[in-house]
Every structure is written in structure tokens, then in C-alpha cells.
């Protein structure tokens, strides 16, 4: 971050031959008066200070306009309460790439029976889906259960100012964060994980622009209102935990009622579905693997997905 100091500094000059009544209430005027630093992590981009114009947010903005993201929807995310920047995001989003996710806790024993209850309390539903996409019921509880445990973890970032905040993942300042925590301390090849750390960086960068055009299509659709919209570190939401641009292209009105809601376990189970055949799925293991893995590009996700379906079958 730029080296931008918080404070505002008010002087004043007291007169000597003053009263000791005036000097307190003069005293008391400048205490009064100062204003309390702000975390540079939690600047608010709406509120007209001096620190505000070149705060991470408004750089950010800066970023996304040369992208192509609408300059007034850029303004309504800044002007927006809850948008912050998220430091957190531009770590994670570049470097989850070093670490192995390990998914085997979700089709545990406890993971199963909560799905098979799930399946049961949704039979009708899930029967609908497979009807509609040719995608198993097991399949599509096992997604929702791996994504968002059924609806009941769904993520505590404010979507838009994830993808605002990894606008930033270029700048050197993060690249430097990024390579001390993937190398921790070795500095073994740093020139070659410098550039793989800059590749994926640049790489984010234009994933998150698309993901804010996304957002700013479904702002203007009315279909759900963004600036108000929690989900993952990557910017998922909903039960399903669909990216926005997965959203516009795969997301349906499961239950009829004119509106795609991925908070209705029926818009999430019918999106699942559509999102699996819209990819590929079919009767062939090969291409039933491939689908899923487009869902999240991990094998360690598609084993884990599988494995619970199998088991809850």
C-alpha cells in the first residue's frame, strides 16, 4: 500500500494573555477536532477524505475501468457501505495453487448420513432434477453438500470486493507478499517463482475483471442485488456456490416462481444439474469426471464428489 499517513493534523495557536476558561475550551476544540486513523484495510472508497483517492479500493476501481467494467457500477460498488478491500483475497486467490486441498472430511460417516437425510427430505426435488438433466440425485446432494454443506455454510466475504481487491494482485507490493508465502523462507528458484507467482497473478487479475462484469450484468438483470452479495474467498455464492459468471450462463429457475435465487435449494439443485450436463455429463465415467471437474478444477474435488455420491447412492 502506499505510505499514506491517516492523520490530519489541526494547529492552533493559544494566546497567552487568554483566559484559563478559553484555553480549555480551545484545548478541548482541537481534541474534539482530530480525526481517528482509519485501518488501511478497511478504507471506505465513498467517504471523501484525502486518503480515499488513492486508497486500495480506488485503485482497484482505476484497474477495472482499463478491463471494461462500467464506470457507474464501479462507482455504486465504492459508494457501497460494505465494500472494503480484502488483503486476504489477493493472497488466496493466487496462491492456493501450493497447497493440497484435502476434501475427505466431506464423505466421512457424518457427511454421509447428513446427505442421505438431505436426500430424503428432498426426494421429489432431486427425482425433478435427474428427470430434467439426466444428472443423479446423489450426484447433485453430493455438490451441494461438498460446496455449502446443504445451505448452511455459504461464506463470509462481500463477493464484489473480492474481485476488487484481486484487481491488485499484480502490483508488486502483492507479488512480493505472495512469493514469501509460498516460498516460506526458501529462497531456492525465487527467480522462477517469481514468475510463475506474476503469470498467475496477471492471470487473476482478468478473472476477477470478468467475474465484475458479471456481477454488473446481473445488477442491471435486477436478478439479484449485488452490492449486497456474501459468498466465498473466490467470490462463490448460493447453496451451489456458482461463480457470477457461472450464474448467467448456468443458472435456472428451479421451483417456476420467475426468479434464480441460489439461496432456494431448488434453483440450486436444478443449476447443479444444468450446470453438469451443460459440461458434458453423460453415462461415461470419463465424462461424467470431466464435468464435475469443470465445476472445480481439483481431482481431489472430483474423487471427493464421486466418492459421496457413491456411498449415499
Given at each position: ?78 459508494e ?37 437425510k438431505?436426500?430424503?427430505?428432498h ?61 516460506k ?18 492471470k ?11 456481477l ?85 474435488y ?12
Amino acid at each position: 500500500m502506499n505510505d499514506i499517513s491517516p492523520y490530519r493534523h489541526y494547529h492552533a495557536r493559544i494566546l497567552i494573555g487568554g483566559s484559563v476558561a478559553l484555553l480549555i475550551m480551545m484545548v478541548t476544540t482541537i481534541i474534539v477536532g482530530a480525526v481517528v486513523p482509519l485501518s488501511p484495510l478497511n478504507i471506505k472508497a465513498g467517504d471523501g477524505s484525502a486518503t480515499t483517492k488513492e486508497s486500495p479500493l480506488r485503485r482497484a476501481a482505476d484497474i477495472a475501468r482499463q478491463h471494461g467494467v462500467d464506470s457507474m457500477f464501479l462507482e455504486s460498488l465504492l459508494e457501497n457501505s460494505n465494500t472494503t478491500f480484502v488483503e486476504s483475497a489477493v493472497k488466496i486467490n493466487v496462491t492456493n495453487y501450493a497447497s493440497s486441498p484435502d476434501y475427505s472430511h466431506n464423505h466421512n460417516a457424518r457427511s454421509v448420513l447428513m446427505v442421505k437425510k438431505f436426500m430424503d427430505d428432498h426426494d421429489s426435488l432431486l427425482s425433478s432434477v435427474t428427470t430434467a438433466t439426466g444428472v443423479p440425485a446423489e450426484v447433485v446432494a453430493a455438490i451441494l453438500w461438498v460446496e455449502s454443506k446443504c445451505g448452511t455454510i455459504l461464506g463470509k466475504y462481500h463477493v464484489p470486493s473480492v474481485y476488487l481487491s484481486v484487481a491488485l494482485a499484480a502490483e508488486t507490493e502483492h507479488i512480493d507478499r505472495n512469493i514469501e508465502a509460498v516460498a516460506k523462507g526458501d529462497t531456492t528458484n525465487v527467480d522462477a517463482l517469481r514468475d510463475n507467482i506474476t503469470k498467475r497473478a496477471t492471470k487473476k487479475v482478468t478473472w476477477a475483471m470478468a467475474q465484475l462484469r458479471a456481477l454488473d450484468t446481473m445488477q442491471r438483470r435486477g436478478t439479484i442485488n449485488v452490492l449486497n452479495l456474501y459468498g466465498s474467498w473466490a467470490g462463490a455464492f448460493g447453496w451451489s456456490q456458482f461463480l457470477p459468471s457461472s450464474y448467467l450462463s448456468w443458472a435456472v429457475d428451479g421451483n417456476a416462481d420467475g426468479e434464480i435465487d441460489l439461496y432456494s435449494v431448488a434453483d440450486a439443485a436444478h443449476s447443479v444439474g444444468n450446470y453438469l450436463r451443460s459440461n458434458g455429463w453423460s453415462d461415461a465415467d470419463s465424462s461424467q469426471r470431466a464435468a464435475v471437474h469443470h465445476y472445480n478444477n481439483s481431482t481431489a474435488y472430483v474423487d471427493a464428489v464421486l466418492t459421496l455420491a457413491k456411498k449415499v447412492r
